[in-house]
């Protein structure tokens, strides 16, 4: 997936009649899995058809009670059938996203705009603090490496309202992006899954995703730059490595060109890391070329202060970081609150109002809680209409965000003191829920009223002022039983699914 002409929706009339046919199609399509979901002993065939292809197709999960081994495994979730995604609203997430890509790459690349973004949050809440410590670390002793690569993937919702669709952004995560080695294998399942039943024409519509193909070039371009045949890709990965199928998959394509990966915990890199007099890194002897963060976003990932230690050691090398510290923090919620604020933007496409245009299309609506008249008003809203918000701390990982009247619980405690600067408001995206049957290993078959998320990867390679690369490397689509409002697969609310473009 490439850049490209920006096409964006629902503008012509000649093009609104065509979306009327398409819609018109749509529901008959709609129509008909609704007559299949209802169909029981079909349903649980299929279930058994689809167990099998995800099996062999290795799109697959350790198990919860064995994360540390793969004796035994499972299937991913799953849904039994993909869902249907209006083209309009995936063509813009996808041709959007090289223009995310270099808005983060500015943002980390400007610290004054960071310090003003995050003054409030970190002086109420401990881990951004902590991260925004390390930035100020590398930024006094002066940035040594000048390849910076990034893997980031921004989620996204869509709202229908008077007849129109619109693409909105949840959040951006530029740390530790996942699922992309394993949604490469989904099309596949669902092909299988659609023949089996009879729906040859939708099996045919839907279209291939190979997000570690795209995810590997940008490491490999990065490891290439570093310039030592020798050196490795260290996997900075989680202890608990119920995830480790899903990095295999970006590792093997390493492996392809020969680029060696290790897989270590910042307890290894306590244990056997150390920087040469260049330096240059080293964990168990090997020189490392990039470190790819897939740990390290939650304070829980933090044990001691020995393994903040070996976050600074790192970011203080000459290795290059996926991400360094300036783009993790560029991915705080806080940060995407103030890019939402007039003129942020267009401070940094000063002369792209295309582009500006473009990214704010997908905004929702974003309030600051920092101490003031603005804040204040924020509490007001919240409080009055919560269920029209979501309250977001500082963190990442699912299972952390605030709805309905919980939110007027929280914020009535916080909303006089500074406290309440650790959080963000963010209107409630409300997608149209559309009916599938989740699959999951030990749970009965479930006919849902389910709600979807459509995530594009982003990769890009920069060396000093040149961008070498800026590419969508694919997508991620989840569903989730609506009766959840927090989403994510790893927290066990999202299963995997596919987009059926129409
Ligand atoms: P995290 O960093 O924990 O993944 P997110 O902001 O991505 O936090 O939110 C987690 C999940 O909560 C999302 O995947 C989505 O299902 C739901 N969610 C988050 N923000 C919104 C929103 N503005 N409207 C509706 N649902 C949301
Ligand atoms: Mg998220």
Redesign the pocket.
């Known amino acids: 997936m490439g850049g490209g002409k920006n096409r964006m929706a629902f503008s012509t009339g000649k093009k609104e009649s065509k979306i009327k046919v398409q819609q018109t199609v749509q529901r008959m399509a709609e129509g008909r899995r609704n007559d299949l979901l209802m169909n029981t002993t079909l349903i649980n065939e299929l279930a058994e058809v689809a167990k099998d292809s995800a099996v062999m197709q290795g799109f697959l999960v350790r198990l919860k009670e064995s994360p540390n081994s793969s004796e035994e495994v499972t299937y991913a979730p799953i849904t039994l059938f993909p869902t249907p995604v209006p083209k309009a609203i995936f063509l813009q997430a996808m041709e959007v996203q090289i223009h995310f890509n270099m808005l983060v790459d500015k943002i980390s690349q400007d610290p004054d705009f960071l310090q003003a973004a995050l003054a409030s949050t970190i002086t109420v809440d401990d881990f951004t603090a902590k991260l925004f410590k390390i930035h100020q670390h590398v930024l006094k002793e002066g940035r040594l490496q000048s390849i910076v690569l990034g893997l980031n993937r921004s989620?996204y919702?869509w709202e229908q309202k008077d007849g129109h669709t619109s693409l909105?952004q949840?959040?951006i995560?530029t740390f530790a992006a996942a699922a992309g080695g394993v949604a490469a294998r989904m099309p596949d399942v669902h092909r299988h899954i659609l023949k089996v039943a009879g729906q040859l024409e939708e099996s045919q519509r839907i279209i291939d995703n190979n997000p570690p193909v795209g995810l590997a070039k940008a490491l490999a371009k990065a490891w290439k730059l570093y310039g030592s045949r020798q050196a490795v890709v260290m996997f900075l990965v989680e202890e608990n490595q119920i995830n480790i199928l899903d990095q295999r998959i970006v590792e093997n394509e390493l492996l392809k060109g020969n680029i060696a990966t290790i897989r270590m915990r910042f307890e290894d890199v306590s244990a056997s890391g150390n920087l040469d007099k260049d330096k240059r890194l080293f964990v168990d002897c090997q020189e490392v070329a990039v470190v790819y963060f897939r740990n390290g976003y939650m304070p829980r990932h933090y044990k001691s202060e020995k393994a903040w230690d070996a976050r600074l050691m790192m970011e203080c090398s000459l290795a290059v970081k996926c991400p360094d510290i300036s783009t993790h923090l560029a991915g705080t919620?806080k940060v995407q609150q103030v890019l939402a604020k007039p003129g942020v933007l267009e401070h940094f496409f000063p002369d792209q109002p295309q582009v500006v245009e473009q990214v704010r299309a997908t905004f929702?609506g974003l309030y600051t809680l920092d101490m003031g008249a603005e804040g204040d008003e924020t509490v007001a809203m919240a409080l009055a209409t919560p269920d029209r918000f979501?309250l977001?701390p500082q963190?990442?990982?699912?299972?952390?965000?605030i709805y309905g009247q919980e939110i007027c619980e929280v914020l009535g405690k916080v909303k006089s003191s500074a406290e309440r600067m650790a959080y963000i408001l963010?209107?409630?995206?409300?997608?149209v829920p559309t009916r599938n049957c989740l699959l999951r290993r030990g749970k009965p078959l479930k006919i849902s009223s389910c709600?979807s998320?459509l995530g594009f990867f982003g990769a890009y390679v920069r060396q000093g002022k040149d961008m070498l690369m800026n590419d969508c490397v694919g997508y991620l689509m989840?569903t989730?039983s609506s009766e959840?409002?927090?989403?994510?697969v790893a927290?066990g609310?999202?299963v995997l699914d596919n987009p059926l473009l129409f």
């Open positions: 989620d919702m909105k949840i959040e995560n919620k929702a979501v977001k963190r990442e990982g699912g299972g952390n965000n963010m209107d409630k995206i409300q997608p709600l998320e989840r989730k959840y409002l927090d989403g994510g927290s609310y999202a």
